[in-house]
């Protein structure tokens, strides 16, 4: 189990079966698959990220082969894919999923640095950032605060910190590696309304730790 999240007052995760990753349900003590085998691609051998925006479920597979795909949960066991392959890269072979206002956002995994796409009016799927911001930025770890959208990750720098501004327009709100030669920023998450930030591996220095936005 690579992923897991709450919908609708249960646990969902994502689970490697050999032939093509399964999505579960726990509910009442009891787990019941709601796809089919990588969603009948068995190029989807895995899941990064899976969650819950305004009561529906959202999956993105990891696919070398096709390129991320990211479905829509429709009920028993169908799903509904809600972009291109890839979006149209094959190299965007996986994805970090989002939430702010009422948005989804996509953050993909690319050897050449992330794109991060914005879900509009549930239709479409727009580019919001460059290639890597510019210094080879990876797929971006999505939080919210005070309706805010925030990422974290690795760069050609060190972690990095960024806060989506809106109109495409992001505001790095760190000194790369922090100041202390830390490279990722594994995992950013809100806890009692504050931002923190997980950190791992180090270009200089000591290994990382937990940092928090003091603004």
């Known amino acids: 189990i690579k992923t897991i999240s709450k919908y609708n007052d249960t ?50 597979t990891n696919n070398p082969t096709d390129g991320v795909q990211i479905y829509k949960y429709n009920s028993g066991t169908s799903w509904t894919q809600i972009n291109n392959d890839g979006f149209g890269d094959v190299s965007n072979t996986n994805s ?41 930025t990876s ?34 709100i760190n000194s790369f590696g922090f100041g202390d030669g830390v490279a990722s920023a594994s995992k950013v998450v809100n806890f009692q309304n504050e931002l923190y930030v997980g950190t791992g591996g180090a270009t200089t220095g000591d290994v990382g730790g937990v940092y928090k936005y003091t603004g």
């Open 96 to 136: 970090n999923l989002g939430t702010s206002n009422g948005k989804l956002y996509a953050s993909t995994w690319n050897n050449s640095g992330t794109t991060v796409y914005e879900y509009v009016d549930g239709k479409e799927w727009k580019q919001i950032s460059s290639q890597g911001f510019g210094n080879g």
């Open 139 to 172: 797929a971006l770890q999505f939080t919210t605060l005070d309706g805010e959208l925030y990422g974290g990750a690795s760069s050609n720098n060190g972690a990095v910190i960024y806060k989506y501004t809106g109109d495409s327009t992001w505001q790095q």
């Open 11 to 60: 646990l969902v995760c994502g689970i490697l079966t050999g032939s093509g990753v399964g999505v579960y349900q726990y509910s009442n003590s009891t787990s019941t698959q709601i796809n089919t085998n990588g969603f009948g691609n068995t190029n989807n051998f895995g899941m990064d990220s899976i969650l819950e925006k305004d009561g529906q479920l959202y999956a993105a």
